[in-house]
């Protein structure tokens, strides 16, 4: 009977940290979510890109309070083959969003995937206006953002082509070129504009824009649709 | 776009100045609700406490002092006034409030330390049998020698990062995982 308490209390001493992942079946990845300075926070609200698709949720320390930063936690992502998965970050206090970060990565299916993300003090973006990450607000410099005033900056989805900062307007994804009159396209497809749009094409430029709630599916050879 | 977006901004802060001046009870709340805040993050709680009631008794119809009092009696230890203040939060924010999931956990957890406490059997009176003869004694010796070196060994590195609660992403979106 000691000798089995001791081993257990050994076993407890010399354990490591527990894998988030580890009663997640399928691709999960682990986030690790840091500050170069001292940081407590009461939530954690992320913006997740994954698959052509978006999410928004919000995480919190099990039983209430304040955690201090760093934490891990699991994202478990329905996926059915590798695909890149972006993650941006909100550290948050008493509702207030104390700092931000970004990072993406491939995730695949059967293997083990960790994604760092260290937040730091969030710039001014003008709510509601669009910004390629890295442009006063975090996120991937290849993914379109809407700057959300009261927490994580909302991802629009990452530009097939480029994500164009433009100082004077609202940044965009540049298009492939060649659209065809008449035809309907989310921006960035082959004419310039914000993913989650569906433009018509006039003139080689995008008109009468129709903002989709649920995502612009991209159909190669058809027009393009709201989802 | 942008460019358009400042001068309106403007020109809806200035209307929207025009139109209201801040009220003065609300900001002295604010005032009260951001020392409480941070005595309680300083492990001052019961000056929380008392900065945070006073926000309470100005803004009676806002939730967020009710938050962060029941937050702070959890930590005085005082769970039957902290349950009347989540009650209170419960009551006066939106159904789709992320705080609530945190209140209805320190709600369970408030209910199961009262479960605890009252499940505690009455002491027994001790025999004469001297402790170090009892059977569990050098077991606790070994378990406490062995975490001790364990704690100190674990000091010595870097402490491992905190855990928060997963997240699941499909096809309807993101969620805490297991919701």
Not at chain 1, 46 to 63: C, E, F, N, S
Not at chain 1, 128 to 155: E, I
Not at chain 1, 181 to 210: A, E, F, I, N
Request: with cysteine; proline share 9%.
């Amino acid at each position: 009977m000691r000798l089995a308490v001791a081993a257990l209390a050994v076993v407890a001493a010399c354990g490591g940290p527990p894998d988030p992942c580890a009663d997640v079946a399928g691709a999960c990845l682990v986030l690790h979510v840091s500050s170069p300075t001292p940081l407590r926070i009461d939530q954690l609200e992320l913006d997740v890109l994954y698959d052509g698709r978006h999410g928004t949720t919000t995480t919190q320390p099990a039983g209430g309070g304040t955690v201090a930063l760093p934490v891990d936690l699991g994202l478990a992502v329905a996926l059915d083959r590798a695909a890149p998965v972006g993650v941006v970050a909100a550290g948050k206090l008493g509702g207030a969003v104390l700092a931000t970060g970004a990072a993406s990565t491939t995730v695949a299916l059967d293997q083990p995937a960790a994604l760092t993300l260290v937040l730091a003090p969030p710039e001014a973006c003008v709510a509601g206006a669009l910004y390629c990450g890295g442009d006063k607000l975090a996120g991937d410099p290849q993914t379109l953002y809407q700057c959300n005033g009261g927490g994580v900056p909302l991802a629009r989805g990452t530009c097939l082509v480029r994500c164009e900062v433009r100082p004077a307007a609202d940044d965009q994804c540049r298009g492939a070129g060649g659209c065809v009159d008449g035809g309907s396209y989310c921006g960035g497809d082959k004419l310039d504009g914000d993913p989650q749009t569906l433009y018509r094409c006039s003139g080689g430029v995008g008109v009468s824009p129709r903002v989709c709630p649920d995502g612009c599916l991209v159909r190669p050879g058809l027009d393009d649709v709201c989802r | 776009m942008r460019m358009v977006v400042p001068p309106l901004v403007a020109v809806l802060a200035v209307a929207r100045l025009a139109a209201a001046e801040p009220d003065p009870v609300e900001a002295a709340a604010q005032v009260h609700l951001d020392r409480g805040i941070a005595a309680y993050q300083a492990g001052d709680f019961p000056r929380a406490r008392a900065e945070l009631t006073t926000a309470r008794e100005l803004v009676p119809h806002k939730p967020n002092p009710y938050r962060w009092l029941a937050l702070t009696e959890v930590q005085l230890g005082d769970c039957p006034r902290a349950q009347v203040d989540i009650d209170a939060f419960m009551a006066r924010s939106a159904d789709d409030d992320p705080r609530r999931a945190e209140l209805v956990r320190l709600r369970e957890l408030c209910a199961r330390r009262a479960a605890v406490v009252s499940s505690v059997p009455p002491p027994r009176r001790s025999t004469a049998r001297p402790i170090t003869r009892r059977w569990w004694f050098w077991s606790a010796v070994g378990v406490v020698a062995v975490g001790a070196v364990g704690a100190a060994a674990y000091a010595a590195g870097d402490a491992p990062p905190a855990t928060l609660p997963g997240v699941t992403c499909d096809g309807s979106g993101c969620r805490l995982t297991g919701r």
